[in-house]
Each structure stands twice: as C-alpha cells, then as structure tokens.
C-alpha cells in the first residue's frame, strides 16, 4: 500500500508531517492492505492565514485493486482532527464496500 500525502494552501507540509501521517494510515488502515494499492491523502487550509473554525480540510482517497477510487472529505479546526474524521470515515465506507463484495461472491 502506497500512501501519497499532498498540502496546498496554507498547509505547511514538513517531511515530519508526511512521515507522521503516513504512520497514522499504515497503522489505521493495514487490515485492508493487501487490498488498497494506493491512498492519497490531500489537505487544504479554506481561510490560510485569516483562521476560522473547521477550516482544516482532509481528503483521503483510496484505490482499491482493480475497482474505481472511493474518497472522503472531513474538515475540522486541525490537521490532526482533520485527518481523524477523514481516516474513520474511509474506514467505514471501506468496511461497507468490502462487506457488500463478500456477500456477492
């Protein structure tokens, strides 16, 4: 499983950060993968320097072997939050996916 991480806009994206997040995914998402070749995850700051609340946005997309990406989107008042809401999110729309795919075989 490949995990690609991507900052625009008002995210500072450190090598700590990607390394940090990167550890967040593995971890949370290694029973699916032998199943998700790829996930980009993509943060994005709405108001940058002008602040805000929820304004921390993270998008997660997975690539499941040989099917179409399914993605996520969570905003929140942090990266990590963001990140958090976006991760459970994924998981349980991946649980949904591939519990209705055993059924079916």
């Known amino acids: 499983m490949k995990i690609q991480v991507n900052t625009a806009h008002g995210i500072h994206g450190s090598k700590e ?3 940090w997040i990167e550890e967040i995914l593995t971890n949370d998402f290694s029973r699916f993968k032998d199943r998700i070749t790829r996930l980009e995850v993509h943060f994005h700051d709405e108001n940058a320097a002008k602040g805000g609340a929820a304004d921390k946005s993270c998008m997660i ?3 499941l072997a040989g099917k179409k990406p399914i993605a996520v989107n969570h ?10 809401g976006a991760t ?3 998981l349980h729309r991946l649980e949904s996916i591939l519990d209705r795919q055993s059924h079916h075989v």
């Open 61 to 63: 997309e997975a690539r």
């Open 88 to 90: 459970h999110k994924m």
């Open 17 to 19: 950060f990607n390394t």
């Open 75 to 84: 905003s929140a008042d942090s990266e990590a939050l963001a990140v958090t």
